[in-house]
């Protein structure tokens, strides 16, 4: 692999692991890299060779869920390994009960990627979007592992389409076969000479057509708010999201919502808490204690989310969503959300994310660049029902027009069945 990158990788990992001194997420991470060998080691017998899929985050995951999932289902001896990178997929999957094993994976040096792979000794290994990394994708390409990555996206800003970025041309011709979500990224690989292609779409689409159709529900959460469903969901939401809606929340007291923060511990949920300034406001836990115990269902204007996994679902319970992070790094998935039918609202930071571009050209999703547009949006879609069916219209129907990745990238993978 290219010096430069291994240079890169080596100095991304010190830092990591100086990060680590003050940050328990990174140190999570790096404690599990440091037991992933030993833990294969018990987990695994040496003749499995098992199909490894690799996903950055929780996120990632969920577009490799339906794909993990087909492939058991069609066969169930099959050992397949999942690796994260981040603790946000590790920590919240560990427990996926559709894989053989779940471990994270080791910075990727030359050293880390030889050991790993010597271990493995994959079948196939399956990347979920945007990993590339290069000592594990030449080192599987050295061993004649077939490799494909799929649900990817290119821009024409990505180091691949820049004049300085043969080394990581020379990843990209590493993979067997790359699933890419939309033509635009394909006619980007074409013309760096990469024809092993195919448009195939983005799996989140089937996972979130999977979820609305399964029966899982929250007890109690049906009857909040007097059963006639919340009028907004705060999903995956950071501070700086928060700074831009709160003051609406407050100024519109007879607006019901539900908030489910990105990341938190006890201290942001109880500044969170003590920012809704009107109106019975409780957590989920105590909600459904309460609930349980007295099986009635406590009379709350909110609730503020204080678990994890549970987004996706509680999003069946909604009328608007606004979706996180795009003040931040990036939108978080608003597939969850569309798919129930709802107008979506998001931060000015969506530029990466194909849906979003495409939802807002159809009139389904609406961006927001400060206080002020976001008090607009979201004063319209709670006063005006005909403009909120119409956008919740358009979402769910844009969903329903884009399901069908996986059975794509199965069938072209382990031929028709």
């Known amino acids: 692999m290219n010096w430069l990158y291994n240079t890169a990788i080596r100095l991304y990992a010190c830092a990591a692991k100086l990060a680590a001194i003050k940050s328990h997420k990174i140190s999570k991470m790096i404690k599990g890299q440091k037991e992933t060998l030993d833990y294969l080691t018990r987990t695994l017998d040496r003749m499995d060779m098992p199909i490894w899929v690799h996903a950055a985050s929780l996120g990632e995951f969920e ?16 050992k397949i390994v999942l690796t994260f990178f981040s603790p946000s997929g590790y920590e919240v999957r560990k427990n996926y009960d559709k894989v053989d094993a779940v471990a994270y994976l080791p910075f ?14 994959p079948k196939m290994a399956i990347f979920i979007k945007y990993e590339f990394w290069g000592n594990y994708i030449e080192g599987l390409r050295h061993r004649g592992v077939p490799t494909f990555i799929i649900s990817a996206i290119f821009r024409p800003k990505q180091i691949f389409f820049k004049p300085f970025g043969g080394f990581m041309r020379n990843v990209l011709k590493c993979y067997d076969h790359l699933f890419v979500q939309d033509q635009a990224s394909a006619d980007l690989l074409a013309s760096i000479g990469i024809e092993r292609v195919t448009v195939a779409g983005d799996t989140r689409f089937d996972r979130v057509t999977q979820i609305v159709s399964s029966p899982a529900y929250i007890a109690g959460i049906e009857k909040l ?20 809606y709160l003051g609406w929340l407050n100024s519109h ?13 006890d201290h942001r949920l109880e500044l969170l808490k003590n920012g809704v300034k009107s109106g019975c406001v409780m957590y989920l836990s105590e909600y459904e204690h309460e609930f349980n115990t007295t099986g009635k269902a406590p009379e ?24 996180g992070g795009g003040f931040g790094t990036g939108i978080h998935n608003i597939n969850e959300a569309a798919v129930y039918g709802m107008p979506i609202v ?11 571009k495409d939802l807002i050209a159809l009139g389904g999703a609406f961006s927001v660049s400060n206080t002020t547009e976001t008090s607009e949006i979201l004063t319209r879609l709670t006063t005006d029902e005909s403009a909120r069916g119409k956008a919740a219209e358009i979402a769910k129907e844009y969903i329903k027009q884009n399901i069908g990745a996986t059975k794509i990238i199965f069938d072209h993978i382990f031929g028709k069945r």
């Open 300 to 323: 709350v204007r909110g609730l503020i989310i204080d678990s994890f996994g549970k987004l996706s679902t509680i999003y069946r319970y909604g009328k608007i969503a606004y979706i």
């Open 253 to 265: 007291p007879d607006v019901t919502f539900i908030i489910a923060p990105h990341e938190f511990n």
């Open 108 to 121: 990727d040096t030359e050293d880390n990627a030889n050991d790993f792979l010597n271990l493995l000794r």
């Open 346 to 356: 998001f931060g000015p930071k969506y530029g990466k994310f194909k849906e979003a």
């Open 225 to 244: 708010c007097g059963g006639n469903g919340v009028d907004v969901i705060f999903g995956s939401s950071w501070h700086a999201d928060e700074i831009h």
């Open 63 to 78: 577009q490799a869920r339906t794909l993990i999932e087909l492939i058991k289902a069609h066969d169930p001896k099959q």
